[in-house]
């Protein structure tokens, strides 16, 4: 037996509680892992209040995000004692996932700790930093270099903004942050950003075509705001899309993608390719500033996870929160 987070659905209610969980027998590919650390994120919040529909089985244990050391393997890639870690995979959703003293996974989920990284580093990053990575890669796949001008980042205070902060500054872009807690603004401007904007500034109904301010954009955001950032791009330019914090709709107009030429991409985390995720995870291994890591940190235990998840929703908490085991 051992502690976890257990989501119920029925006659009852919808009901998140900490529980004893019984441990199942591994099937072949599986691999059972010590949780050391694990994270909240947004969905990670979202299923535990039941807020928005996001888990798709019932009972659950929530947890997008682990690292920890193998204890049992029916993986040929994996043995007892190697350090690793796990992003998405609809783990926390449709799978039991990290947020226990003990997950079971398909071990073709799983990759190697980096070794910089000590287990609360790695979920310091978590899937945020990992997809704060993936819109880097694809701003830099398009070609955009820190001569080209702005970045612009929305959200900037969460978990997915400050790690964007923090590696574009390291890699030489000038960054405007938007947000909506402008009481923050010493702090982002510790991440690296060189700007701060109100976010009241994207997050209303704007014009189909405004000024080209920014070279690229990553957003969490969505909604007007994306519209907004996509409206103010500059010819060319790429808008690294990941996040819905403002809503799922997009209300903008073909205008700046056949007038500017600029390039929308979607960032999918969740089942993004193995070797894109060995990738994000060996650059942020040599380009994330660690020590700028503990700056946007707030730990806590597993049972403070129940009580925390309201107010990551409500944009009151900046950064990541980590979840020690």
């Known amino acids: 037996m051992y502690k976890g987070i257990v989501i119920t659905k029925d006659e009852a209610g919808y009901m998140s509680k900490i529980a004893e969980i019984a441990a199942k027998p591994l099937q072949e590919g ?9 994270t909240l994120n947004y969905k990670d919040a979202l299923a535990i209040t039941g807020r ?22 029916k993986h040929p890639a994996w043995k007892e004692g190697d350090e690793v ?23 073709d989920w ?41 970045i612009l980042v929305t959200g900037a205070n969460g978990g997915v903004g400050s790690i964007a902060i923090i590696l574009l500054n390291h890699l030489g872009y000038e960054i405007t942050a938007s947000t909506g807690r402008p009481q923050e603004s010493e702090y982002l401007t510790r991440l690296g ?16 075509l405004n000024k080209e301010i920014w070279a690229g954009v990553i957003d969490t955001v969505g909604s007007h705001t994306l519209a907004n950032a996509c409206a103010a791009t500059k010819y060319h330019g790429a808008v690294a ?26 960032i999918d985390s ?34 403070d996870a129940l009580n925390i998840s309201n107010e990551i929703l409500d944009g009151k908490i900046r950064g990541r929160v980590v979840v020690k085991l």
């Not at 599986?30 to 694990?38: A, C, D, L, R, W």
């Not at 659950?60 to 995000?65: A, F, Q, R």
């Not at 899937?127 to 796949?141: D, H, N, P, R, S």
């Open 85 to 107: 870690l796990l992003n998405g995979w609809g783990v926390g959703e449709k799978y039991s996932g990290g947020l226990a003293e003990q997950v079971t996974v398909s071990g």
């Open 241 to 266: 899309a990941c996040g819905l914090a403002g809503g799922m709709d997009f209300p903008a107009t073909v205008v700046p993608f056949i007038l500017r030429g600029i390039t929308l991409y979607g």
């Open 52 to 73: 928005s529909p996001v888990v798709r089985s019932f009972p659950l244990t929530p947890g997008i995000d682990f690292s920890g050391v193998v204890l049992e393997s």
């Open 193 to 208: 950003a060189s700007e701060i904007i109100d976010r009241a500034e994207l997050s209303s109904p704007g014009k189909p």
């Open 110 to 150: 799983l990759i190697q700790k980096p070794s910089v990284f000590s287990f609360k580093d790695t979920m310091i990053i978590g899937t945020a930093g990992y997809t704060a990575m993936l819109c880097v890669m694809a701003l830099q796949k398009h070609g955009i270099e820190p001569s080209d001008g702005k």
């Open 30 to 38: 599986e691999v059972t892992v010590e949780v050391k650390y694990s």
């Open 270 to 303: 969740v089942m993004a390719p193995i070797e894109l995720r060995k990738e994000a995870w060996e650059r942020l291994a040599t380009e994330l500033d660690k020590t700028k890591l503990e700056t946007l940190t707030t730990e806590i235990q597993l049972a």
